[in-house]
C-alpha cells in the first residue's frame, strides 16, 4: 500500500523502472534541441517580468527537473511564459521600486506563494477549479496578455526607456519618443531582424529553431561590428548556479503578495492543465489533473527557493521538444543540464545579447496568443459570451491583469446566476404519433390534456428563482383551458433545491391546493428528493407526490378522473 503510494506520489520512479534504452537517444536529442530555446526565452520572459535576465534560467533549470519527477505528464516543459510574465511584473514591480535584487526576493517569495496555493489545491482535490476560466474569459484572457506583453516590449524593440505603468501610458510615451526621433535604428534593425528569422523559422519549419538562429546572429553581428555601445545589452550572466535569493523579503511582502499569488496560481494551472489534456488527447492517454497541481506546485516552490520566479506549462516550447523526439521527462533533464553547462562554461556571451533581440523574442511569443479567430466565432453565437471576452481583454489590458481576470471571473459568476435566475421555462403536451411530452412553444399542435398542466423548468431551484418557477406555474394555471385539477412538473433539470426555494415550494402548494389542485413532480432526481427529506418537507410531499416519468404520472393522473 505504501510502495503504491510513493509511485502515486512520484511518478518518474515508475517511469525509470520501464525506460526502454531505446529512448535514450531520442531524449538526449530532445533535450539539446530544447535547452537552445529555453536559454534565449528564459532570459527575455525574465526581462519582460522586469527581473534580472539570469533569474529567466534559474526558473528554467530548477522547475524542470522538479516536475520532470513529480508531474505526472510524459512530456511537458514547464518553465517561464509569456502570460505569466505581465502578471509577475504588475505583482512585484511596486513594491520592489528600482532595486533589482529586491525584485528578484518577492519575485521567490511570489512563486513560494503560488506553489503553496497549488499544493494546497493538490490536497483539497480543487483541480476543477479551472472551470472558473471559461473560454471567453480565456480567449480575452490570452488576447489582453498578448497586448499588454508587446506594448510593454516595444520601447525595448525602439532602443527607448519608457517609465509610464499603465498600458495607455507606455503607449503614449513609446509614440512620444518615437515623435523626439528617441529610437535607436539599430536596436530597430536588430529586432526586425531577429522578428523575420523567428517568422522565417516557423514558415519554412527549418530543423534549427529560428530562436536560436536569430540570437546566435544577434551576438555574431555584435562582436563582428563592436555594437556594444550602440546598443543596450543584456549583460554577463553572474557567475554560479542558482541559489536561494529571498534575503530582505518580510512578512509584510508575504501578505501583501497572497492575493497576487491567488490569481496567478489560478492563472498557471490553467495553461498548464489545458496543455496537458490537449497533448494528452491527441496521445490517447490519460492525465489527473489533481496531481499535475500538486506537482507544479512543488515546482514553483522550487523556482522560488532557488532565485527563479513563477512558472507553467509552455505552450512554445513544450511542441518543440515533441518535434525534436522527446520521449520521456527525461528530455528535460538534459535540457536543464545543458543550460547549466552554458550557465558555468560560457557566462559572459550574453554581454554580446542585445536587449533588443529578446524583446522581439517576447513579441513573437505573445504575438501566437491572439485569437481572433475564436473572438468573430464568439461573436456570431453569443453575444453574452463575447462580452465576457471583450471585458476581459479590456481589463487585463487596461486596467491590470489581475484585476481584469477577477473582473472577468466575477461577470462569468453573474452571468451564470442570470442564466439560472431566468432559466428556460415551458409547458409540456403530447404530440399525435410521437411518444412522450413536448414542448408546446415548439409544437403548437400539440394537444393538453384536459384538466392536467404538465411544466417544465430546467434549472436548479435555489433563492434567486424560486419566485420565478412559481409565478411560471401560476401563469400555466391561470391560463390553462378549463380548470386545473393537477400539476405535474417535469423535474428531470431540476438538479438541486435550497431552504428559500423549498418555502417558495411550499408557499406555491399551499396556494394550489386552496383551488383543489395537486402538485406533483416526475423525473425528480433522488439526491434532490432526499435534499427535501432533509429540509423537512417530507410530511408534505409524500411519496405519492413523486413519479419515475412524466408518463407515469399522467397514467396516474387520468386513472384519478377516470379519462
Not at 316 to 342: C, E, K, N, Q, Y
Not at 417 to 430: C, F, G, K, Q
Not at 451 to 467: S, T
Request: with cysteine; aromatic share 6%.
Amino acid at each position: 500500500m505504501s510502495g503504491n503510494w510513493i509511485h502515486k506520489a512520484i511518478p518518474s520512479i515508475q517511469l525509470a523502472r520501464s525506460y526502454k534504452r531505446s529512448w535514450l537517444r531520442s531524449d538526449l536529442g530532445a533535450g539539446a534541441a530544447l535547452s537552445a530555446v529555453m536559454i534565449p526565452a528564459g532570459m527575455a520572459y525574465a526581462e519582460a517580468a522586469g527581473l534580472p535576465a539570469v533569474t529567466g534560467l534559474y526558473a528554467s533549470v530548477v522547475p524542470m527537473l522538479f516536475f520532470a519527477v513529480f508531474g505526472p505528464a510524459r512530456v511537458l516543459v514547464v518553465g517561464p511564459d509569456s502570460s505569466l510574465a505581465p502578471m509577475i511584473a504588475a505583482a512585484v514591480l511596486p513594491m520592489a521600486g528600482r532595486e533589482p535584487a529586491r525584485a528578484v526576493a518577492l519575485a521567490g517569495v511570489l512563486a513560494v506563494l503560488i506553489g503553496a496555493f497549488l499544493l494546497a489545491g493538490r490536497i483539497f482535490r480543487l483541480g476543477f477549479i479551472t472551470g472558473l476560466l471559461s473560454k471567453p474569459i480565456r480567449v480575452g484572457y490570452l488576447n489582453g496578455i498578448a497586448l499588454a506583453v508587446i506594448v510593454s516590449q516595444l520601447p525595448r524593440l525602439l532602443g527607448i526607456s519608457v517609465s509610464a505603468g499603465s498600458l495607455p501610458g507606455k503607449i503614449a510615451a513609446t509614440a512620444e519618443a518615437v515623435l523626439r526621433g528617441a529610437a535607436n535604428p539599430v536596436a530597430i534593425l536588430f529586432g526586425l531582424a531577429t522578428v523575420a528569422i523567428i517568422i522565417a523559422g516557423r514558415i519554412l519549419r527549418w530543423k534549427v529553431p529560428g530562436v536560436l538562429l536569430a540570437v546566435s546572429a544577434s551576438v555574431a553581428v555584435t562582436v563582428a561590428l563592436n555594437l556594444n555601445d550602440a546598443l543596450p545589452m543584456v549583460g554577463a550572466l553572474p557567475p554560479g548556479l542558482p541559489s536561494p535569493a529571498l534575503g530582505g523579503a518580510t512578512m509584510d511582502d508575504v501578505m501583501g503578495l497572497i492575493g497576487p499569488a491567488a490569481g496567478i496560481a489560478l492563472i498557471a494551472f490553467a495553461d498548464t492543465s489545458t496543455l496537458s489534456k490537449s497533448l494528452a488527447g491527441s496521445r490517447g492517454v490519460h492525465t489527473s489533473g489533481n496531481q499535475e497541481m500538486g506537482a507544479l506546485g512543488i515546482a514553483n516552490v522550487a523556482s522560488g527557493l532557488f532565485g527563479g520566479f513563477p512558472v507553467c506549462g509552455s505552450s512554445s516550447r513544450t511542441p518543440i521538444a515533441l518535434d525534436a523526439g522527446a520521449r520521456t521527462p527525461f528530455s528535460g533533464v538534459v535540457a536543464a543540464a545543458v543550460v547549466l553547462v552554458f550557465m558555468v562554461a560560457a557566462p559572459n556571451v550574453t554581454a554580446f545579447l542585445p536587449t533588443t533581440t529578446l524583446a522581439a523574442v517576447v513579441i513573437v511569443a505573445a504575438s501566437s496568443l491572439i485569437d481572433v479567430k475564436s473572438l468573430l466565432r464568439l461573436a456570431r453565437m453569443s453575444r453574452t459570451e463575447t462580452a465576457l471576452l471583450i471585458t476581459t481583454f479590456l481589463g487585463v489590458a487596461f486596467v491590470g491583469v489581475l484585476q481584469g481576470i477577477v473582473i472577468a471571473i466575477a461577470m462569468s459568476l453573474i452571468a451564470f446566476v442570470r442564466r439560472a435566475w431566468d432559466p428556460y421555462r415551458t409547458e409540456l403536451a403530447s404530440v399525435e404519433d410521437v411518444p412522450g411530452y413536448h414542448d408546446l412553444s415548439r409544437h403548437p399542435d400539440a394537444q393538453r390534456i384536459p384538466g392536467l398542466v404538465i411544466a417544465r423548468f430546467d434549472a436548479p431551484l435555489f433563492f434567486a428563482n424560486g419566485e420565478v418557477f412559481a409565478e411560471h406555474i401560476r401563469n400555466l394555471v391561470a391560463h390553462a383551458p378549463g380548470s386545473v385539477h393537477w400539476v405535474i412538473v417535469a423535474s428531470e433539470a431540476i438538479t438541486d433545491v435550497d431552504t428559500t426555494a423549498l418555502d417558495d415550494l411550499v408557499e406555491l402548494d399551499d396556494e394550489l391546493a386552496e383551488q383543489g389542485i395537486s402538485l406533483v413532480f416526475a423525473e425528480m432526481k433522488g439526491p434532490v428528493k432526499d435534499r427535501l427529506i432533509r429540509f423537512g418537507a417530507s410530511s408534505r410531499f409524500g411519496p405519492d407526490h413523486f413519479y419515475p416519468t412524466v408518463t407515469n404520472a399522467v397514467k396516474s393522473y387520468r386513472k384519478a378522473f377516470g379519462l
